[in-house]
């Protein structure tokens, strides 16, 4: 038996971009600070995850001065966090290095895996059998989105190491 198979047919173009190309900011560099932020959008939960790149002390001076969010963690690699801030959640990964080794890409996973959680379970979302489905595809989703905007920075900037 041959196999059928219809061709869509279609009056116009209706969205001409990508989702994923929009769910990705622009790098900002904060004044008075050595970062480089990018926020990240994931519409279908409205949720915004910041990717801040630099060092550890860096990314706490910043979450001290510009939101009141104090650091308790000493030196980490690799950072997250959720916290308010004058009725908003931030939602927040701190990455130190990427050198786009293996290594970099575990610690970028890692800290995704804390982000999908506090950002799921901000919303309601309890991990689960019901809800483990929904987790690895925000996750997969954000890690895709993260190695993206590193990948755009990389090409603006010659980004290497912080170390």
Known sequence: MIQQTKILK???????????????????????????????YIPVFKITLNVAYGSFEEFKR???????????????????????HKGTTWNFINITTNDWTATDYGTICHELHHATHFSLENMGVTYGSAGEEV?????????????????????????????
Not at 19 to 34: S, V
Not at 63 to 72: D, P, V
Not at 138 to 150: H, T
Request: glycine content about 2%; hydrophobic content about 45%.
């Open 10 to 40: 279609y009056e116009k173009v209706l969205v001409k971009e990508t989702m994923k190309e929009d769910a990705i900011g622009q790098w900002l560099k904060p004044a008075k600070y050595e970062l480089s932020v990018v926020p990240i």
């Open 62 to 84: 910043f979450m001290l001065q510009e939101f009141e969010h104090k650091l308790e963690h000493h030196d980490a690699n690799a950072f997250a966090c959720s916290f308010e």
């Open 135 to 163: 987790y690895a595809y925000m996750q997969g989703y954000l890690m895709e989105l993260v190695v993206r905007a590193f990948v755009m920075l990389r090409k603006k900037t010659k980004i290497s190491s912080n170390k």
